[in-house]
């Protein structure tokens, strides 16, 4: 029998967890949410140093996919953590961790897992190249459709940077059938931007500060995701997301 290979598809071998020194040369294992508080570390050294500060972000979320694996965890709400100063930052970690559950149940794993996970960890990055907060009222709608665009320009000028970020980065307002959502375009965006849709759109759903009319913030998060569920998300990775999450879909009222 060979040696095994790593593919596209599988890693081989033990991804190292880059945590707290250990005291005997080598690093102690990350809980889930050391490795999450280490993944807003680095999206904030990113911010910083796009070209230097990739390369801490690649370790931290390679650190996030193996803690979820070993814990067996499979989604943790980050309304705890400590550190609420970027509501962008919380919300993109929020969003790689729904995608990266979601790969994981699709069967994605290895490199391919780590860079669906980059891809949702840097899916807003856009406004961070506007130099503008999503959060502003104040933004118009042709300023919110902008962010796609700056966004994969300003990933595909970074070293490093594997493809599937940009094309989320580009693609994940852009309807799973290609027909809709923006920027425009003439064929439906790839997997992993589907996966990042239905991530960004549940946990923006469930962040909001709009008045609900009537239910909870997950009841009318469901709802909406049924409305959208065949328009603009991918209808069978909606039903996999909510079974996931232990909910279904609701029909539009």
């Excluded at 009318?220 to 909910?247: K, N, Y």
Aim: aromatic share 6%; no cysteine; glycine share 10%.
């Amino acid at each position: 029998m060979g040696t095994a290979e790593s593919t596209d598809h599988v890693a081989v071998g033990r991804v190292a967890r880059w945590g707290t020194h250990a005291g005997d040369g080598g690093y102690e294992d990350l809980s889930i949410e050391q490795s999450v508080d280490a993944a807003y570390d680095a999206l904030i050294a990113f911010q910083h140093d796009l070209h230097s500060g990739f390369a801490r972000l690649e370790r931290s979320v390679w650190s996030v996919i193996e803690s979820m694996a070993t814990e067996g965890r499979s989604f943790l709400l980050l309304a705890g953590l400590e550190r609420q100063d970027n509501r962008l930052w919380r919300h993109s970690i929020n969003v790689s961790l729904y995608a990266a559950r979601l790969a994981r149940a699709l069967g994605i794993e290895g490199t391919v897992l780590h860079d669906v996970t980059v891809g949702a960890l840097l899916h807003d990055v856009g406004y961070l190249a506007m130099g503008v907060s999503p959060d502003l009222p104040s933004l118009t709608r042709e300023q919110r459709r902008r962010h796609p665009e700056r966004g994969a320009a300003l990933l595909a000028g970074v070293d490093g940077m594997p493809g599937v970020p940009i094309l989320v980065a580009y693609e994940h307002h852009r309807s799973w059938d290609g027909a809709g959502g923006y920027p425009d375009g003439t064929r439906p965006p790839n997997l992993a931007s589907q996966i990042t849709a239905i991530a960004d759109t549940w946990d923006t759903l469930l962040q909001t500060r709009k008045p609900l009319p009537h239910g909870s913030r997950t009841q009318a998060a469901v709802r909406t995701l049924g409305r959208l569920r065949g328009e603009l998300l991918q209808p069978d990775l909606v039903d996999l997301f909510l079974e996931l999450l232990g909910l279904s879909s609701e029909p539009a009222e």
